[in-house]
DNA sequence: GGGCACATTTGACCTAGCGCAAAAAGCCGA
DNA sequence: TCGGCTTTTTGCGCTAGGTCAAATGTGCCC
């Protein structure tokens, strides 16, 4: 349900990189051009493939970018939260979607046409600069993602990625950090089939890493995983 | 061996994508900052970790980015030749560089230095626009690459690996497409080891769709390896 | 031509992780 | 409380590809 976005930014906004620099008159002018949508878990932002015909910036909840392999293996990318902005390589770049962005848990997000936001870079440089730089610091996580995926066991593969997602939608609690996800979507997250995926969580609650339940679990020790994704 | 860039841009800096749309006046302006290198084969440009001075066009020759990953193992991303833009994504981020470029066939490039080239987008709007786009097709690459990393097949990797050298540093020929690579090169841009790559092309010299010799290989049938990389 | 340094090939063996099947454990609605 | 459903666990066999060792080229320098 899209609908303008309110024109008083709330004060969150003016910290988000992509509005860094920007003056407050700036952002007002940005945000007014904006269009705010909330959207329920389970809907789809856009799909990959389709034409990139806008730039979104998460304002709450998460989102998921993933990827239909030609083999037909969905691959989860990255989640997104407040703050990240999606569609920023497509957009730029007058390409289709790469990637499907489906929404995990309830989001709120705003977003402008592409031809509006280039005029709206055009009249607000910093715009354009952060974008550059939010496009490069992206580009920067994912080349150092192929150098991981690369010679790395299972095991590791599964600790970067729980902590990923421990960082980018995780709730911290008393006794560490809950994560919602089922075994599949960690398979899709590092390509590794969820039987395997189970094997691991097992063992890590053996050694009291982590605590699994069904469709969640707890990471008690994010030290320790970090030392099983990086050491051998 | 640096020194300024010639004044009198060739004919084909103006259809360098990085220059496109770009006025002769601004295009003149936008080189006569440039400094030219010329480097021989083996050197190195910049090292994984260095802090981003410059952004770097080449002119000619093909240079190598490459990843040492926490492991040790060397990862060769990818080749770029002429027209290719290196450093686009650290420069714009300020961050070191992820990666190390280093010559595999002797180069000639044009650089500059990173604030003056922040003058350079600000004087000439189109050239921030294309490095807007450079870097977006950058990203898009390599999220298409993340995607085909999981769930192929040795054989599969190699084919696109060797596919990508063929387009990226090949020399077209009666018969094929010759590409200058040792086993090693490939084992390092696939994450597979020469072992298996060597079993792989010798496999494909019985089938007749490649020549290998040391150091090289000639692909004959691009289109048979193009089918291999993609369906089953 | 002979020796040397690599690059490449080939073989033998081994293991991480996949595929499949079947059981167990949660969760929910009636 | 009982099905019926989904998610997770576990066992077992299998195979792609890694590891190591040793043989075979191949080019180059003296």
Redesign the pocket.
Known sequence: MPRPARLTPPPEMSETSLFQGLGATALKSVLAAAVETSLRAGETLFHQGDEASRLYLVVSGVVKLSQVAANGTQHVLRLMSAGDVIGCVAVFNRFPYPVTASVEEDATLISWAEPQFWHLMEDHPELMTNALRTVGQRTQEFVARLGEVN???????VARAVLRLARQAGIKEADGVRVG?????LADM??????????I??DW?RRELVE?????MLVRNPHALLLLSDGS
């Open positions: 010679g790395a066991t299972a095991e590791q593969k996800m089922t075994r599949q979507d590092t390509g590794i089939t969820y039987f395997t995926i189970s094997r969580l097992s609650k699994a339940g069904r469709r969640e």
